[in-house]
């Protein structure tokens, strides 16, 4: 069973740092794209970075400078690098991969981020 297990949320701090990350383990074929969402209560979930198997990378513009996603092949792991945290970056942040084949998604189970002073 394919398993994503998401850690190193918690509490920061507004201009400090958290740094994301995501293993994937399980019998999965090749990862076409691999992802960071986030979602706040009664918000929609929404894209925050992802890294595709050529190594491209897309951010949205709220986090554009600030957020830095990142892959290791060989540790099959996705990492979100979170600098100067604001206070609009408080909510559970989903790890998500896509493969080739059908185009199967599978989730982690969220970790919390929570930024406040």
Not at 14 to 26: A, D, K, M
Not at 55 to 82: C, E, H, P, W
């Amino acid at each position: 069973q394919v398993q994503l297990v998401e850690s190193g949320g918690g509490w920061g701090q507004p201009g400090g740092s958290l740094r994301l990350s995501c293993v994937v383990s399980g019998s999965i074929s090749t990862i076409r794209v691999m992802g960071w969402y986030r979602q706040t209560p009664g918000k929609r979930r929404e894209l925050v970075a992802e890294v595709t198997s050529s190594g491209t990378t897309n951010y949205a513009d709220s986090v554009k400078g600030r957020f830095t996603i990142a892959r290791d092949n060989a540790k099959n792991t996705v990492y979100l690098q979170m600098n100067s945290l604001k206070l609009a970056d408080t909510a559970v942040y989903y790890c998500n991969v896509v493969t080739y084949l059908w185009a199967t998604s599978y989730w982690g189970q969220g970790t919390q981020v929570t930024v406040s002073s």
